[in-house]
């Protein structure tokens, strides 16, 4: 009989692993990225987000219920970004074309 906690384990890496594809998803413009908004379910672009940058983080809400979506700040050296509000964030990757030009891929996913 396999012992399925060495099968597991031996799938599992550490947080490194995911850093070159989490670098691949900030390095793009966010506003076109759509988001799912935990409360209401409606999904929208960052760019229609309701945004209030008077507080210690920037605040963005749901265009539709006005439930927060996501926070962020800096501080210390580093960026702080809550998604706990967003039930999916949908991120157009760059598609880089023969002569080295990046474009956003916005086409509607399924």
Excluded: K, Q, W
């Excluded at 960052?46 to 962020?72: K, Q």
């Excluded at 809550?82 to 964030?89: E, S």
């Amino acid at each position: 009989m396999t012992d399925t906690r060495d099968a597991i384990s031996a799938r599992r890496l550490d947080g490194n692993a995911a850093g070159g594809e989490l670098a691949a998803l900030f390095a793009v413009d966010l506003t076109t990225a759509r988001s799912r908004c935990a409360s209401c379910g409606t999904t929208s672009m960052i760019g229609a987000h309701l945004v209030y940058a008077d507080a210690p983080a920037m605040v963005l809400r749901c265009p539709t219920c006005t439930e927060v979506v996501m926070r962020f700040a800096s501080r210390d050296g580093r960026v702080l970004l809550d998604l706990r509000g967003a039930a999916l964030l949908s991120v157009p990757m760059p598609v880089v074309s023969d002569d080295g030009s990046a474009t956003a891929d916005d086409r509607p996913r399924p």
